[in-house]
């Protein structure tokens, strides 16, 4: 994606190899499959930044199957008594995609669910 946000370049499959010498000084958003993450939302009193964290998973605890602590929670913008949204994968599914990006030697800057790919 160029400095205008446009897609100038795309690439179906290439040499895992090439990849960190075309993400080197670059912003790196690596797009993570939709059918790994539930996206949802909630709303909360007004809080710190640090206490929002602690507190999302357990006011979606009854809406996951799984237990919070295996889980990977990732907060949108937050506005006081408005729904925040959030995004959570298990966080096994995370480290196996950080650890293949490792091996490709790429660091990401952000990690976004393909949903966010589709034009609105």
Known sequence: ??????VSQTTLSSDPALLAAEAA??????????EDTLLTS???P??????????????LEEQINDDVDSLHFAAGDYHA???L?????????????QALLQVWQIVPDKMIA???????
Not at 46 to 59: C, D, E, G, T
Not at 85 to 97: A, C, F, G, L, T
């Open 42 to 44: 909630v709303t909360l």
């Open 85 to 97: 949204p959030v995004m959570v994968v298990s966080r096994n599914k995370m480290e196996q995609w």
């Open 1 to 6: 994606v160029g400095a205008d946000d446009n």
């Open 114 to 120: 393909a949903i966010f790919t589709l034009p609105v």
């Open 25 to 34: 000084n670059r912003d790196v958003i690596v797009v993570v499959p939709a």
């Open 46 to 59: 007004k809080m710190n930044r640090s206490r929002l964290l602690q507190a999302i998973p357990y006011a």
């Open 81 to 83: 008594d408005e729904p």
